[in-house]
């Protein structure tokens, strides 16, 4: 799949948000080394800590289907900034893929690249264990 073509999937999933409390949608599309494509967006809770990101839906959706090598991910917004991962997501894309390629995206579709280890520098990892 063409990084285009990623990105679109996120863009996508903005209008599958549910966002009533911070209207703030987010999308993301998880390209998997064998090719296949999950795809997620952002779900609020009236209990803020329910709340899932869309990264975290997309790669839990990969993971639940048996997928576990993840390549890239694609991550958008509606902001004029860049739409970054948040803490968690890093954690649980570092779990699954240290060394994955993120592509953050802003509202106008503009992106910027970023590996993992870039976002999570010094991260807690399995070894630690």
Do not use: W
């Not at 998880?30 to 709340?51: K, P, S």
């Not at 893929?97 to 280890?117: D, F, Q, S, W």
């Amino acid at each position: 799949m063409t990084e285009q073509a990623l990105c679109q999937k996120a863009i996508d999933m903005l209008d599958m948000a549910y966002v009533p409390y911070s209207h703030f949608p987010v999308g993301a599309a998880l390209l998997c080394r064998d090719g296949t494509v999950f795809t997620g967006c952002n779900i609020e809770n009236a209990a803020y800590g329910a709340t899932i990101c869309a990264e975290r839906t997309a790669i839990f959706k990969a993971v639940s289907e048996g997928h576990r090598d993840f390549v890239r991910i694609v991550i958008a917004g509606k902001s004029e900034d860049y739409c970054v991962p948040c803490g968690s997501c890093r954690q649980v894309m570092m779990e699954f893929a240290p060394e994955m390629e993120v592509i953050c995206l802003n509202g106008k579709g503009e992106a910027k690249h970023y590996t993992l280890r870039q976002l999570l520098p010094e991260s807690f990892g399995p070894e630690y264990l």
